[in-house]
C-alpha cells in the first residue's frame, strides 16, 4: 500500500500565490511520476502537471508560466508552486504517483486532495 498525504491548499485572491506540498509513504521501491492533477466541480480531473524521476516535466497549457512543480526523489515528495492564480484555478487538486512497490509489483495512487479556491 502506498499513500499520499497532500497539504497546502486552501483561499486565495487572484493574483496570490499557494504551494501545493505531497508525500508519499507505504511499500515503495521506486516512484517513476509524481503529479498533481484537479477537478473543478462538473468537470471532469485534469493534469495540472507531473514530473519523472530524470526531472522531465509537462505542464497543462493554462498553467504554464505560471505553475512549478519539483520533486525530492529521496523523501518521495512533490510540490506545486502556484503563481499568479486565476478564479479559473479553482478546484480540488489531487496528487499522482506512479512507481513499483518492488520488482514487477506496480503501483498508481492518489491522495485524498485539497481545495484550492481562488477569489476574483
Known amino acids: 500500500q502506498v499513500q499520499l498525504v497532500e497539504s497546502g491548499g486552501g483561499l486565495v485572491q487572484a493574483g496570490g500565490s499557494l504551494r501545493l506540498s505531497c508525500a508519499a509513504s507505504?511499500?515503495?521501491?521506486?516512484?517513476?511520476?509524481m503529479g498533481w492533477y484537479r477537478q473543478a466541480p462538473g468537470k471532469q480531473r485534469e493534469l495540472v502537471a507531473n514530473i519523472a524521476s530524470g526531472g522531465g516535466t509537462n505542464y497543462a497549457d493554462s498553467v504554464k508560466g505560471r505553475f512549478t512543480i519539483s520533486r525530492d526523489i529521496a523523501k518521495n515528495t512533490v510540490n506545486l508552486q502556484m503563481n499568479s492564480l486565476k478564479p479559473e484555478d479553482t478546484a480540488v487538486y489531487y496528487c499522482?504517483?506512479?512507481?513499483?512497490?518492488?520488482?514487477?509489483?506496480?503501483?498508481?495512487?492518489w491522495g485524498q486532495g485539497t481545495q484550492v479556491t481562488v477569489s476574483s
Open positions: 499522482n504517483a506512479e512507481g513499483y512497490r518492488s520488482y514487477y509489483n506496480p503501483f498508481n495512487s
Open positions: 507505504g511499500s515503495i521501491f521506486s516512484i517513476n511520476v
